[in-house]
DNA sequence: GATGAATGAGGTTTCATTCAT
DNA sequence: TATGAATGAAACCTCATTCAT
């Protein structure tokens, strides 16, 4: 059980400070310069630990979507006789996902808002993210159309809408109408969850065993 | 033999091209040099019509805001006798918007992924915009509450999951899962903004009556 | 005939400061930094006029390439009876041709000393030149050898001999032993020119007819 | 199961790393981390072998001198009594250099074209070693004007002819006339060395009892 | 209304060199 | 003897912006 060594604190450090910035600024508002001040070190030591500044943020990407991966899959047990159970199951999944996203939020901040436009390798890795969390969505669906659970129709259109309304209550819980970043979510993740799975299912008119 | 080109055309040019150039790259990415080439003028034009780079921007996002509010308020007639009743509604208001997107692509990419993170004066035209959009989705759920059409239940929550869920799902329409400013919608407006006025009120469980 | 425009002015001014810069430090050495400071306007003007400082050399290159082709194609007029004819053809072309390095020692520095290992593109552009150089002196001994004054032997190697004579001859010429920018010729161009021309048919041995 | 490799072993692997690369790219191209990269030691390794990279090439300029004008040295034995008799010495004497040459081919590239405009310290070693290769050939040529073999005539001026021919033949030589390092000599030593003593003597114009 | 030419500030990256271990 | 990690200085280049014409 070693110390950690030096380098790999100052590497951290650097991560760490690069996710916040191009978090709050956005990349390219990012300087290379700042970061390191935070870091205190100079700018030909973040140059050791990373052949550019692009390959710093490809590897934050990287990193995030390994994790956010992990728990998106990580879910969606498969007991489901009913739409209630349905219900069930959404609601524990979308709590897991969310916490994740609450103790990520630099990550999401850049993967749901800040990160687009910034260069054709970082779009990718965002879009190639995003999908993927789409895809998780749609399976889930098809299984439940499968199932006879859900009415066989539209189903990429359907997931596409569930995917988007999971994202965009995430980036609003999260950062609020104006994407202040520093914003505190005004719900907490257990309520939040159980209205995006009534939502997801029964839409605003409610189940109608709602209290 | 020059045409007289006079000097709202250029201007209107310079819009026009950066308004293409910041969707489709970003702002910090889109250089001055690179708007005046596609234009045939030179830079120090640019500054004769813009006291900056910034202010075409702004410009850009205000009338963008300008247009959009004045379709998003023009819709939403107010015979709501029943839940189906409303999805018509929101059924002929989603088109109008739709439609609206469609048309002005370019704006919709900065509004809804391509803006965040530039510049904090373009941040706030966007949030402005958005959480406009918003209060005009929470204004009808809350006249369909009063109204006793809908449950008086976590209105400013549902209000943003409608929100999100149609900014998302525009965005989807528009660019695809991996936001390519190229991509053409595989849904038309009249499927897209039924099945969302749908899913709005029913969620995937559907209405019972669903085809 | 209008007076020379000012970007002109300036443009030359940084070609002739780059030019002496890097006849005088070579390539790698010389800064953007360094030339500008000589023409007292600021880095970005440098990059208005030229691309990058490699294309600045290559231009540099390029129309120093082009005189110098000029000079060593003018010469050399037919008449050879004899040796001695060739001889005085010799002389005379040579006189041409140093008159030429004379006037263009910074251009002559880089292309005979100073340039090489500084970039591909500008290894490329010197060997094309010196290559040029000896394919003319290797047409007028094949001329020679047909006419049946020379003996047709080893041609090919003969003209590399005579080639790296004269350009050897004239680096020492100009530069002296110790490649010194600032050395200055201890032999007139008329001796040089003769003295070249009388070893390049006899070798040390001599005529037999020198003074 | 390390071998033993010492200090010594080390500091000649740098040392041949640096004389290639050097040769091949020029001083300034040619840096620290790659020269360690490609003897799979640490930057902080070559400063403890040397004090600079500057160092290392005045070393490495230092040794080939002094091999060289050991060879250089060595030849001209004194019997001549006439005009061929000084050919078959020169010839015998090119021998011998254009063998060093062949074997020592990326000293010569950095002694012959590679080195100039790198740093005045390079600068001097290169010049003082192409001096020194003067003095020996003025010298020779001297010996045999006070012996009465050739004539009293401008005998620095013909030495600087000889020596230039000589360096420029050997480039020439082991280069190609686009000095690609990779080249391969198209003529033998032995015939190099024969057509240069002739050359030297006799000029184009040949001996008069040549094949 | 527009141009050609220039500025100034700052960006990312490079590289020889050093120092604690 | 050597390493891992860092420094400092400076290089090339970019880009929004300006100004005289």
Redesign the interface.
């Known amino acids: 059980m070693k110390e950690p060594r030096d380098a790999q604190v100052t590497r951290d450090n650097l991560i760490r400070a690069g996710l916040a910035l191009i978090a709050s ?5 990012t300087k290379v310069s700042e970061i390191v001040r935070r870091c205190g070190v100079t700018q030909a030591a973040f140059y050791w630990h990373f052949p550019s500044k692009l390959e710093l943020v490809l590897e934050l990407m990287a990193s995030g979507r390994a994790t956010l991966l992990d728990t998106l899959r990580r879910g969606y047990r498969d007991r489901i006789e009913s ?1 209630d159970d349905m219900v069930e199951n959404s609601c524990r999944w979308f709590t897991d996902l969310l916490r994740y996203c609450h103790d990520n939020r630099e990550y999401m901040a850049i993967l749901l ?2 990160g ?4 054709p390798q970082i ?2 890795a ?3 993210t ?2 993927a969390m ?1 895809e998780v969505l749609r399976g889930n ?1 098809a299984r439940a159309v499968d199932l006879g659970r ?2 066989p ?2 189903t990429d ?2 997931a ?6 999971l ?3 995430i ?2 819980w999260l950062f609020g ?3 202040d970043l520093q914003h505190q979510p005004t ?1 907490s993740t257990e309520v ?1 969850a159980r ?2 799975a ?9 189940s109608g065993n ?2």
Chains 1, 2, 3, 4 share one sequence.
């Open positions: 600024q956005g990349y390219h508002a739409v808002a800040r687009y436009g910034a260069d779009d990718r965002i879009a190639d995003r999908t789409y669906i859900l009415q129709q539209a259109l359907r596409a809408f569930v995917h988007r309304l994202e965009g209550s980036e609003w109408h104006d994407y719900v939040l209205q995006l009534e939502f997801e299912f029964y839409g605003l008119n409610g709602a209290g």
